[in-house]
């Protein structure tokens, strides 16, 4: 699974994002900074010309609007047509009642590859009790595998939930990350780069359990080493952009601390 940081800088996709437009720079810059190429859009106009010539695409619903809602559902359903992959970034779905009602429609009407969010985000989507506030979890303290599993289940994909310990499942086969800092939480839009990383690597391969989980990985371990030192947070920031550009697979070898549940 880690040669998939050498096949995306060979393969370079072209990760299509429908996404906000608070962390829709650093989203193109980390992309880039993996080794894919990040295009985004907000117009109906392309959407098919465009869909068809992306290798995977991102939904993040951060900062929906009126206007933006049929888009997302559209740029779905092309993805589909076309058999592009798609990842879902639900961006507070529990805050409000149009994010819940928005996320059930898109999860009802596109078939999503994965669906990642923090841990109180994929919680809530599963129909448990969260704790969390506007885009942020604080529902770090028990381990959530068998939920998140369910809500895998639930969903016929392969979820991805973030936070102390991130869990990546496809219902079944479980990977359990443990690597990672606070600091992460401190800069906003490590979770929504996360989703981008995690469709460059889907533009690459076909392995949506492994894509989704090298994704994952590459935020928390960077998001390690970029705190080694313990630089204040903008700095900390600059850091994470550096790791992520000079991941390999030394490194993942070396420092990676993940765990393989695999179905008895
Ligand atoms: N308490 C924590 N300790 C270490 N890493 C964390 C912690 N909480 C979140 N992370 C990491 O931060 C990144 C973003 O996750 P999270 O904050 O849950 O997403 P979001 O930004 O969508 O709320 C992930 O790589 C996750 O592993
Ligand atoms: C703060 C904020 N508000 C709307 S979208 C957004 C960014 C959320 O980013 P992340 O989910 O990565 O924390
Ligand atoms: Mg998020």
Redesign the pocket.
């Known amino acids: 699974m880690f040669n998939l940081i050498e096949k995306v800088k060979d393969v370079n996709p072209l990760v299509l994002h429908y996404t906000n437009n608070v962390t829709i720079n650093d989203c193109a810059n980390i992309t880039l900074a993996l080794g894919a190429s990040p295009l985004m859009s907000f117009s109906y106009e392309e959407v098919e010309d465009i869909v068809k010539i992306a290798n995977s695409v991102v939904i993040n619903i951060g900062t929906m609007n009126s206007e933006l809602l049929n888009l997302y559902l559209i740029a779905g359903k092309v993805a589909n047509k076309y058999k592009k992959p798609v990842i879902l970034?639900p961006?507070g779905v529990f805050a409000t009642e149009a994010r819940t009602n928005l996320t059930n429609k898109l999860l009802n009407e596109v078939k999503f590859d994965v669906v990642k969010?923090?841990?109180a985000?994929i919680k809530f989507i599963g129909g448990f009790d969260v704790k969390g506030k506007g885009?942020?979890?604080f529902d770090?303290e028990t381990d959530c595998t068998e939920i998140i599993k369910k809500v895998a289940k639930k969903l016929e994909c392969v979820v991805a939930a973030?936070?102390?310990t991130?869990i990546i499942t496809d219902g079944d086969s479980v990977y359990k990350?443990n690597?990672?800092?606070?600091k992460?939480?401190g800069i906003?839009?490590?979770?929504?780069m996360?989703a981008s990383l995690i469709a460059s690597f889907l533009g690459c391969d076909k392995n949506t359990l492994e894509c989704a989980t090298m994704g994952?990985l590459t935020?928390?371990l960077c998001?390690e080493l970029a705190d080694s030192q313990n630089p204040a947070i903008g700095s900390f920031k600059v850091n994470l952009m550096d790791e992520v550009y000079s991941l390999n697979v030394d490194k993942l070898n070396t420092y990676a601390k993940i765990e393989e549940l695999v179905l008895a």
Request: charged letters at 25%; hydrophobic letters at 25%.
């Open positions: 970034d961006v969010g923090n841990i985000e885009v942020d979890s770090d973030t936070g102390k991130d990350i690597n990672g800092t606070k992460l939480k906003t839009g490590t979770g929504c996360s994952i935020m928390s998001g």
